[in-house]
């Protein structure tokens, strides 16, 4: 029998989203959370080789920085774990190095953001080097976690109970994430996360909707939201597959 989800976007970006998800264990949300942040593989520069660095800051320094500038990860297949991609860097000063000035070999794999800062140089200062992309997971190394920041909620279901007795004063009733609402989903930004804000007068009472979590979910743009979740439920799939093969043996 097939298990049956019910997703439904609550804000959708291309590097950040919310969305709820229906008919899921809390094990099974915990596990795509894993497997967005550890196990879906990205591109991330691993060694540099430097031809001319007359900046402030030694090599060490420079290649930790190259290492952290998020990649463009080319669709599955694509790359094995072990090719690897070249990327150029050649800026002199007085001008600042940006990530938007590595070269790459392969129009798949380019810096997903242009301006993230290398290294400032001063007049005569000089940084020229090659580097070497490859594929790897963040359980292995945080540079390659395409989910920056990875999260979910249980959905919290809102009931209107009762008035408040008269003359007596609401206190801030503090809730986060997404509520439902009479069938809709309302992000608790929308009353700055007081209740009292949107039932004022009102008595609620706030419930967990069983087995309906609501993820938070941003990338470092290697792909977008949508990519992510699929390559982490595959990841999943393909774990599953393996476990059912080896007890069968």
Not at 2 to 7: L, N, P, S
Not at 133 to 139: F, M, S
Not at 212 to 231: K, M, P
Request: hydrophobic share 40%; charged share 30%.
């Amino acid at each position: 029998m097939t298990a049956e989800y019910d997703v439904e976007f609550v804000e959708r970006g291309d590097r950040e989203a919310r969305f709820l998800v229906r008919g899921v264990t809390p094990g099974f949300a915990n596990g795509i959370r894993r497997a967005m942040v550890a196990d879906v593989p990205t591109m991330a520069i691993d060694t540099v080789r430097f031809v001319e660095n007359s900046s402030v800051m030694f090599d060490e320094q420079l290649a930790l920085r190259l290492g952290l500038v998020p990649l463009t990860t080319p669709p599955e297949g694509e790359f094995g774990e072990d090719e690897t991609v070249t990327l150029s860097i050649d800026v002199e000063g007085p001008a600042t190095a940006y990530s938007g000035d590595l070269v790459s070999s392969d129009e798949l794999v380019q810096p997903a953001d242009e301006n993230v800062p290398i290294i400032e140089l001063k007049d005569g200062q000089r940084l020229e080097a090659e580097a070497d992309a490859v594929v790897d997971r963040g359980k292995d190394h945080a540079k390659h976690q395409g989910g920056v920041a990875v999260g979910y909620r249980h959905l919290q279901r809102v009931e209107v109970v009762d008035d408040l007795p008269e003359f007596e004063e609401s206190e801030p009733q503090i809730v986060r994430g997404v509520i439902e609402d009479d069938g809709d989903l309302v992000p608790t930004s929308e009353f700055d996360h007081d209740l009292t804000n949107r039932y004022p007068g009102k008595q609620v009472e706030l419930e967990d909707v069983p087995n309906a979590f609501v993820f938070h979910v941003e990338t470092d743009g290697s792909f977008s939201v949508e990519e992510l979740v699929a390559r982490a439920a595959d990841s999943i799939e393909s774990r599953a597959i393996e476990l059912e093969d080896a007890v069968q043996l």
